[in-house]
Each structure stands twice: as structure tokens, then as C-alpha cells.
């Protein structure tokens, strides 16, 4: 089967609603995407700034980017690990990526989509020339602080606009004012989002909280990064 007859079948499933599973090719998302990881994809009514897109560009090449800036009904998209800044129509977007390898995607960082856009404005200052693009500074900064230290730069931190309702010990109410949602947490729930009053990246919430359970962070460290993406995904924590 050929691509474009692939990417037809793409757009039709997720158009209908279906989520579809489709395997990662080449570097140019890494470090959040490696080469035959499986992401999901799914159709929504707009996107966000931060989101992972599945979109055709240009001869119908297929690509899974990052979206950094929507401007007069374009959406503006960009790799993790690249320097070309594609501009694109919304009927050219397949859907976002929601899924990594069966886990909610873990979500980006301000700094993230800010240097990202800064590394290609220096490409275009360099004349797309990319071996002088990676000798500047702000290169220099996003390959420090992201794609080799990805993690340790991430920010979490409880969303004060939501409203919280705790009735007792054991349960919590978050409600959004915004979408009129609410969203209910159990007792681990609780004690994870207590911790994110005050701002803390990955590494210290895992320590916090291997010493409130006594486990040790590698035993939850899979469990908390789901609870992460789901969180921020609904709003109830942001990323700064």
C-alpha cells in the first residue's frame, strides 16, 4: 500500500472518531519520539500550543510535530529535534498524538515551545545552514536544557483558577470554571497535588514522595508521569 493511499486511510479513521495507532519514523521528535515508537493519534475540534500534531505537508509527506504558534489560520509546526518551521491549514492535520507507546503523552514546557521557535529563527538567521544554527547560543541552550536534559527543566505545579473541594481525607473535587468540569482524585491524588502547590520538577516530586510511601522512585516513577499527563491534559496542573 502506498503512502498517500495511507494517509487517506489515516484521515478517514480519525475523521470518524477512531483513534489509530501508527509507528514512528526518523529523529526529528527525539527526545520525546524515538524511531518504531508507537503513538496514537486522535482527531479534535482545534489544538493547542504544545500539542503533538499528525498533519501532510506540502508533496503529502507525513509528519508528527510539534505545534508552537496558530496565526491567522495557520498553525505553525516544528520538530523537537529539527529547525524548519512548517506552516500548515487545519484540513491538513490528521489529528494530535495523545499516546505514547499506550501511556498519555507527558506534556511540554513553556521553555520548551519558546526556545524551539527561537532555534528556528536562528536557522533562518544562519541562511538554513545547520551546522552554524548548532554554534549559537540559544542551540547551544535548548541542547542543554532539553534534548539532553529533558526532564530536569520540566515544572509542575498545581493550576490556581480551579476550584478545590476537599469533603474529607479520602476525596477531592477539582471543578473548572472555565469548561464547567470536575474532576475527582483519591487520597494519592490528594497527596500528589499537595505536593505541586509549590513548583517542583519530576525528579523532586518522585523523591517527595518515595518518602511518604517508602517506595523507591523508580516503583511509581511510571505511575506519577501518567498521573502528570492526565493532570495537565485536564488543566489541574500546569507546566512552567
Known sequence: MDSALLNR???????SGKEVDISVVGVSMNPTFYENDTITVKKFD???IGDVLVFTYKLGELLVHRLLDKKDGLYFCK???SFRLEDILKDQ???KVIRLNHRPLAPCSKQLITLSYQVNRAFVNCRYDIDKTKQTKIYQLYEKTFLKERDTIMKYKTNE???YIQTDETSLAVFDPETGDTHFFDETGIDILNLLKEPCDLEQLLSS???LYNVTPDEIQA???EFLADTTEKKVVEVL
Open 93 to 95: 492535520i490528521a489529528g
Open 79 to 81: 520538530g523537537d529535534n
Open 46 to 48: 482545534d489544538y493547542e
Open 9 to 15: 486511510l489515516l484521515f478517514a479513521q480519525t475523521a
Open 209 to 211: 514522595l518515595s518518602e
Open 161 to 163: 483558577a480551579m476550584d
Open 223 to 225: 505511575d506519577v508521569k
